[in-house]
Every structure is written in C-alpha cells, then in structure tokens.
C-alpha cells in the first residue's frame, strides 16, 4: 500500500498557482519526499525533493511541514502543459506509487 | 542519448508468446528499476538492480516474468507465456543514487499488448 495520500484530482485556472497537498504521516525520519508527474503517453518525470527544508527550483516549490506528515507541491503559475498526473513518493517507499492527483488546467 | 532508453516502444504479442523489454540506463546510474503500469493507474513496482545484483524482486506477478543486469548497466525484462492480463505499459527507471536520495530518470516505457 502507498504511504503517501492525495486528492484524485484537482482544478485550476491557467496562469494561477497552485498547491498540490500530499499527506505522509508514516514518514520516518530519512524519508526523502519526491515528486514526479507523468504527461499522457510519458513515463513519469522528476519534479521535486526535499527531506525537512523547503526546496525551490525551475518547475516548482515545495513546502514541508514542521513534522513533516505532510507536503504541498507549488506550482506558482500553472499553465496547460502542467496538466499532468502529479505523484508524491516517499523515498524509503519509492518502490511504490499511489494513484496520483490527476491536475486539469483550464484555459 | 542522455536519457533512459527503452525498446520497443510498442509490442504485440499473441497470448502465449515469449517477450523481451530492453532497458538502456543513464551511464553510470546504479540504481535501476522496473515498473507495471496498467491503463489509469499509478507504476506499480517490480524489480529492482543496484549495479548487476538484483536485490528485490518481490513485484514480480508470477515465475513467468523474469529481469537481469548481467554487466550492472543494460537490463532486459522478460515475460514468459505471456497472457492477456500482462498487458501494459512496463517502464524503466535509473538513478545515480543506491541510497536513494536521488531522482529518478524513467524512460517513455514499452507497451505490451497480448491479443
């Protein structure tokens, strides 16, 4: 079973940010936390990780809680080619996937 | 190429032929991995190599399919008898960490259809 729990899907409008939620409460204390989002007809590609501090890069921002039982994944300005199935993953557990949140972006 | 290499792309195969799925990693990658994944659904895990040593294949459905790393970089899945069920995409992943703290670079995948 995954250890990691996130919404089906989500919505959001073009050009706004949006914070994908992931819930680890399992999480030990050298769990890496990784995501990774797949287009239609690709394998998945890296998205973040971080293991306690906040981490920023090109594509995205992520934020971890103070205990880390939980993350969220910023996407600062979506547009239509982040819609994607977004996965979150916990490092000592990145043999497994959930099912993702399956992102829509309207136009 | 920089990138995880996978072939064929695309396979049919008539249900009880043998197949086989080839998976170029990254040079140098340590770590590589293979995935199931069925239509709407998330990877579900396989194998997994740390250099030609197969150190868990617990993911594997049943004795027909079987992985190897002989020289600990090019990998090669094969699924025996195959049947209806084993259809997928199967996806290869690589990374340059055994520990795990890095990321993960996943080719495009080989779809498997079994008529």
């Known amino acids: 079973d995954a250890k990691t729990t996130q919404p089906n899907s989500m919505e959001s409008n073009e050009e706004e940010p949006v914070h994908l939620p992931c819930n680890h409460s399992t999480i030990s204390g050298t769990d890496y936390i990784h995501w990774y989002r797949q287009l239609p007809s690709q394998g998945p590609e890296y998205v973040i990780h971080g293991l306690t501090s906040n981490v920023n890069n090109r594509m995205a921002s992520l934020a971890i809680a103070e205990d880390r039982k939980s993350s969220t994944l910023i996407l600062h300005r979506a547009t239509l080619r982040d819609a994607a199935v977004y996965y979150c993953i916990l490092i000592a557990d990145w043999i497994i996937f959930g099912k993702g949140t399956r992102l829509h972006i309207l136009p | 190429g920089a990138g995880v290499s996978q072939s064929p792309r695309y396979k049919v195969a008539k249900r009880g032929q043998d197949v086989a799925l080839r998976c170029d990693p990254i040079?140098?990658?340590?770590?590589l991995f293979w995935y199931q994944q069925a239509l709407g659904q998330g990877p579900e895990f396989l194998t997994y190599f740390q250099n030609e040593a197969q150190l868990d294949k617990s993911g594997l459905p049943s004795d027909r399919f079987f992985a190897e790393r002989p020289e600990g970089s090019v990998s090669t899945l094969k699924i025996q008898r195959t049947q209806q069920e084993d259809s997928a995409v199967y996806l290869c992943?690589?990374?340059?960490?055994?520990?795990?703290?890095?990321?993960?670079?996943f080719g495009e995948g080989s779809r498997l259809t079994v008529l």
């Open positions: 040079s140098g990658h340590v770590s």
């Open positions: 992943a690589s990374s340059l960490s055994y520990q795990g703290s890095g990321e993960l670079f």
